[in-house]
C-alpha cells in the first residue's frame, strides 16, 4: 500500500532518507538541517516521506513561503506603469505559497522516487494528497490559506513531464521560466589555461584583461571560524548584490553561510575576495557529487567595476571546476549574457503552478509571461569551435 508520512523537521526524517537522495546534496538531511536552522525568514519547511507498505520509496521537500509586495519588488523608484504591473502582480502572487522544491537555489532539487518501486503517477498522486493536507494543517494551525501551488525547475527532458495531462486535470499551468546557465566542463580541460587556450582570441583577451583589473586582489578560502569573524560584511555584501535584482522572493539571514559551512563542511565552500587586508566580495560553492552548484555571492560596490569581480568570480568558480574534476559548473539563472561570455548554455527550465482562486489561475500564466519576457540577451559564443562570425563584431 502507497502512503505518505509529513515531517516538520529535519530531526524526524525516516531512517534510509539520506541513502535514497545520495544523488542530491540538497536533498539530504544535512543540507536541510542548515537551511532549517538559517532560513530566509518568509519560508517554513516541510518534507514528505512517500512509503510503499514499509519501505521509503520516495520524497519531496515542501517549502512554505509568504509572499509580500516589499519582499518582490526592492526597488520603490519606479515609473507609473512599473508600479501597475507590480501591483498586479503582487496581488496574484501575494500571500502563502507552498513550492516543492527549493526556492533559494536553481534546479530541480525537491523530489525524488525510486522508480523500480512506485510509478511516477502513483508518486505525484501521493504527493498532491500531501499537499492538501499540509494545507488544511496551516489553515487549522494557523489560520492562513495557501493562495498557490508551485512544482519547480525542470529541464525540458524531465520524466515529469510524462505527467502533463494529470497536471492539465488538476489545472496546473506549465510556464517557461529563465534558464539555468550551466558550463559543461571538457574532460580535456586540467587547468584554467586548458580552458583559455579553447577560447578564441577575443574571448581569450577579455580574460587576461579581466585577471589584470584585480590589480591586488586576492582569493582566499574561508574557514568556518572566518566566515563567523566576516558574517556581517558577508551580508552586506549579499545585499548589494540582492537589493539590485529586480524581483525576488526572500532574503537570507545573516547566519545563513555560517550554518552551511557548519553542517556541509567540505562541500560548501566561500572565498573572500581580499584588498590587502580588507575583504570586497566573496563567492560561494555547493559540491553536488559531478556538479559544482555555484551559489550566493556579493561585493563592495565600489570594487565591482574597476576590478571586475563579478566576472573574475565566474573565472575563478570554473577554476576551482576544472581542477576538482567536475563535470559542469552551475552558473544558475540570471545575468545571463556575461555567463554565456564565460561559456555556459542556456538550458530552458519549466514550472508548473496553480493558484487555489479559480480565475486568478486563469491569468497566471499571462502574469508568468510577463515577468518572463522574451530572452533580451545576446547569447555568446567564446570558443574557437563557435560562431567564428562574433570575431568580426
Request: with cysteine; charged share 25%; aromatic share 14%.
Amino acid at each position: 500500500m502507497i502512503h505518505y508520512t509529513i515531517y516538520n523537521s529535519f530531526k524526524n526524517l525516516p531512517e534510509g532518507w539520506n541513502t535514497c537522495v545520495e544523488h542530491d546534496v540538497f536533498l539530504q538531511s544535512h543540507y536541510l538541517q542548515a537551511l532549517e536552522e538559517a532560513p530566509p525568514n518568509n519560508i517554513q519547511l516541510f518534507y514528505i516521506g512517500v512509503f510503499k507498505d514499509d519501505t521509503l520509496v520516495g520524497m519531496a521537500v515542501i517549502q512554505r513561503v509568504q509572499l509580500y509586495l516589499k519582499d518582490m519588488f526592492r526597488q520603490t523608484k519606479v515609473s507609473c506603469i512599473k508600479s501597475w504591473f507590480q501591483d498586479v502582480v503582487s496581488k496574484v502572487l501575494k500571500g502563502n505559497v507552498l513550492v516543492v522544491g527549493n526556492l533559494t537555489h536553481t534546479g530541480q532539487h525537491g523530489l525524488f522516487f525510486q522508480k523500480e518501486n512506485i510509478s511516477q503517477t502513483e508518486f505525484f498522486e501521493t504527493i498532491f494528497s500531501a499537499l492538501s493536507a499540509i494545507k488544511a494543517t496551516i489553515k487549522s494551525n494557523q489560520n492562513k490559506t495557501i493562495r498557490m501551488i508551485v512544482l519547480k525547475d525542470y529541464f525540458k527532458n524531465d520524466p515529469i513531464h510524462d505527467n502533463k495531462n494529470t497536471f492539465d486535470s488538476d489545472k496546473l499551468h506549465q510556464v517557461f521560466v529563465q534558464p539555468n546557465m550551466i558550463l559543461r566542463v571538457t574532460p580535456e580541460w586540467s587547468t584554467i589555461e586548458d580552458y583559455t587556450t579553447s577560447l578564441n582570441k577575443k574571448y581569450r583577451d577579455r580574460y587576461k584583461r579581466a585577471r589584470k583589473k584585480l590589480n591586488s586582489i586576492i582569493a582566499l578560502e574561508l574557514s568556518l571560524d572566518d566566515i563567523k569573524r566576516h558574517n556581517s560584511e558577508l551580508h552586506q555584501f549579499y545585499m548589494n548584490v540582492s537589493t539590485n535584482a529586480k524581483f525576488n522572493t526572500f532574503l537570507l539571514p545573516e547566519n545563513h553561510f555560517y550554518s552551511l559551512k557548519l553542517q556541509l563542511k567540505e562541500n560548501f565552500k566561500v572565498y573572500g575576495y581580499y584588498l590587502k587586508d580588507e575583504l570586497v566580495g566573496f563567492y560561494t560553492l555547493i559540491l553536488n557529487n559531478k556538479a559544482l552548484e555555484t551559489y550566493f555571492l556579493g561585493y563592495d560596490s565600489e570594487h565591482q567595476y574597476p576590478n571586475q569581480l563579478y566576472l573574475n568570480m565566474l573565472y575563478d568558480m570554473l577554476k576551482f571546476g576544472i581542477e576538482n574534476k567536475f563535470e559542469s559548473v552551475v552558473y544558475a539563472r540570471t545575468a545571463m549574457e556575461i555567463k554565456s561570455s564565460v561559456g555556459a548554455k542556456a538550458e530552458p527550465m519549466v514550472i508548473y503552478l496553480k493558484h487555489t482562486n479559480s480565475f486568478l489561475n486563469a491569468i497566471l500564466k499571462q502574469v508568468f509571461k510577463l515577468m518572463n519576457p522574451k530572452q533580451d540577451w545576446k547569447e555568446r559564443h567564446p570558443f574557437k569551435s563557435q560562431n567564428p562570425k562574433e570575431l568580426q563584431l
